[in-house]
Nanobody, 123 residues
Framework: VQLQASGGGLVQAGTALRLSCADSGQTLPSYAVGWFRQAPGWEREFVARIDRRGEITSYAESVKGRFIISRDNAKNTVSLQMNIVKPEDTAVYYC?????????????????WGQGTQVTVSS
């Protein structure tokens, strides 16, 4: 699996942004996918996760109700719809793939990572 995250940018607080994670290896349907983010000086933190079939999702409390993770296995992509963004959402966002069904929220549970995309939310 070869992941690439895209869709980041500079947006104003209260608006929306959609991130995408694509797999050039065409194997993404075999993996659960998580989104993580890392702000300068902070550890990488869990944002959201979706299972292989797109039936089970989980979210960090800080984004629950604002962000939506989804996937299109026919297109080998996973998306993160970010609504009502806040300045504290500013970070580099990474997608990662997990071959297990562990439901992990730890970066250690993911073996494959994309390169990250910068999201900056201005107040």
């Amino acid at each position: 699996v070869q992941l690439q995250a895209s869709g980041g940018g500079l947006v104003q607080a209260g608006t929306a942004l959609r991130l995408s994670c694509a797999d050039s290896g065409q194997t993404l349907p075999s993996y659960a996918v998580g989104w993580f983010r890392q702000a300068p000086g902070w550890e990488r933190e869990f944002v959201a996760r979706i299972d292989r079939r797109g039936e089970i999702t989980s979210y960090a409390e800080s984004v629950k109700g604002r962000f939506i993770i989804s996937r299109d296995n026919a297109k080998n992509t996973v998306s993160l719809q970010m609504n009502i963004v806040k300045p504290e959402d500013t970070a580099v966002y990474y997608c990662a793939a997990d071959s297990t069904s562990s439901g992990s929220r730890s970066p250690l549970g993911y073996a494959y990572w994309g390169q990250g995309t910068q999201v900056t939310v201005s107040s």
